[in-house]
């Protein structure tokens, strides 16, 4: 009796410790459910390009030539305003509207609490540090820009910190001072400098934010309009185009994501790509050398845009980490799209809610949109491969639909699944093929539920017939 009590004792201690355990764990970092390999119905054949070309009506069919490209993006540009041409500002530049810019961004942050790594609150002492090394206070009334190229992958940041902060305790996947991420290559319009001279903030094609200084090259306007090599050009094709310093490719410098574009020099007979890299001098300045790349991961020019590339494309990077605000160099739902069209030459914009404007407007729904009414017209009139579907704060790339279920591949974090007691979270956390009734019955209900826009990414109708 006495052992058979102290063996209750025992069991009973060692329940506790690990719950104490698992308790403090916890209070570290929340735990997800994660997300079956294959996600509720879908089947394994859909994960691949070839199956949902071989649904299309229209594969090969060219939606738009460079000259409706052409006309796409201009429209994007200087109509609609969602993209930047950096070389049209104006220098000087108001100093003014530089930094309500930047206050407008801060209130947010003002009003607002957030941690930091270890989980201990942002103070308001370190926060007016933050700002101070803005250097707000120097802005000129004209701001005479400088511009340059970066010569590295970099993060883009809403302040002059590489020190992640978070809107939750450890909420690691979500870091609140990444704005985006810049690849080699991408042309900057240098606007100001941090106190401590190690930031420089920037204008991009896309956004605003702080970047290091030392992944800047500083060039001439007529540097930085040539750069991207004219009519010769390399554009990477892959997930992640890796770019060597020799032509044996031994010696390893960086990688470029898919969409990004490179001044093209020749290709050996080796197959590996010649290709044009800026470096930055000790004095700041840029430096042109001569780069390597696989020639199986770059495409010479744009590829044509037909509903197959896209698929193709898109299938390229089928399981590639989520990577919010291009964190851990990878790429978030808008990203993934942006990359996918920038390989046929679309520049569509940075944030889901921008490219959900960008083309034709099929369909357009309020909260209380019965989901049928969004499912009669995603039967009859979206095309997979060139229409993008948006809900808010998220945007999926339709392929098209089997046993009257639409499908989108897309870049999630996570979905909800309705249980007895409430919604559980389960961490998708990559690029991945789902049926949009995908959290049906949950508090915030399914992918086709939410649906806000359809859109054809055209500036033209398309008939697929």
């Excluded at 090259?217 to 750069?227: H, T, V």
């Excluded at 940075?350 to 369909?363: A, E, H, M, P």
């Excluded at 989901?371 to 392929?399: N, P, Q, V, W």
């Excluded at 949009?436 to 992918?447: A, E, I, Q, V, Y």
Aim: neutral net charge; glycine residues 8%.
């Amino acid at each position: 009796m006495k052992i058979e009590s102290n063996s209750q004792l025992i069991k009973v201690l060692l329940l506790f410790l690990g719950i104490v355990i698992i308790s403090g764990c916890a209070t570290k970092e929340k735990l997800y459910y994660a997300a079956p390999t294959l996600l509720p119905e879908t089947e394994r054949a859909m994960k691949t390009a070839g199956f949902w070309t071989g649904r299309n009506p229209c594969p090969d069919r060219i939606i738009l030539d460079r000259e409706g490209i052409e006309t796409l993006n201009l429209y994007v540009r200087d109509e609609m305003g969602l993209t930047l041409d950096i070389t049209q500002l104006p220098s000087p530049f108001p100093g003014k509207e530089m930094t309500e810019e930047i206050e407008e961004i801060l209130a947010y942050y003002r009003g607002n609490r957030f941690y930091r790594e270890d989980g201990s609150i942002l103070t308001t002492r370190l926060y007016k540090e933050l700002v101070a090394n803005m250097n707000l206070g120097s802005v000129p009334s004209g701001i005479d820009i400088r511009y340059g190229l970066v010569v590295r992958y970099t993060d883009q940041r809403v302040f002059p910190t590489g020190e992640a902060i978070y809107a939750k305790p450890c909420d690691i996947d979500f870091d609140e001072f990444q704005n985006s991420a810049l690849d080699i290559g991408t042309p900057v319009a240098v606007m100001h400098t941090s106190l401590d001279g190690k930031w420089y903030y920037v204008k991009d094609q896309l956004d605003s934010g702080w970047v290091p200084v030392e992944n800047v090259a500083l060039c001439s306007l007529d540097d930085l309009e040539k750069f991207p090599g004219g009519t010769s050009f390399a554009v990477v094709t892959k997930p992640k185009g890796e770019i060597f310093l020799d032509l044996n490719m031994t010696v390893y410098y960086d990688y470029a994501r898919m969409g990004v574009k490179f001044p093209l020099l020749g290709k050996k007979d080796s197959g590996v790509a010649r290709i044009t890299l800026p470096f930055r001098k000790e004095d700041g300045r840029l430096l042109k050398k001569v780069g390597y790349i696989r020639g199986e991961d770059v495409h010479k020019g744009y590829l044509s845009y037909t509903p197959r590339n896209i698929i193709r494309q898109a299938f390229e990077l089928l399981n590639a980490p989520y990577g919010w605000g291009g964190m851990y160099g990878e790429q978030d739902c808008s990203r993934f799209v942006q990359e996918v069209f920038a390989t046929v030459g679309i520049s569509l914009p940075r944030n889901s809610s921008k490219q959900s404007q960008v083309g034709i407007l099929t369909g357009e729904y309020v909260d209380n949109t019965p989901a049928e009414i969004k499912l009669d017209l995603l039967s009859r009139k979206a095309i997979g491969g060139c229409t993008l579907l948006y809900m808010r704060g998220h945007i999926m790339l339709f392929l098209g639909m089997v046993h009257d279920r639409p499908y989108a591949i897309h870049n999630p974090w996570a979905y909800r699944q309705k249980e007895w007691w409430g919604d559980k979270i389960r961490l998708i956390n990559r690029v991945a093929v789902t049926d949009l009734s995908l959290g049906k019955g949950s508090k915030k209900g399914s992918f086709l539920e939410r649906l806000c826009s359809i859109r054809l990414i055209s500036c033209t109708d398309f008939n697929p017939l």
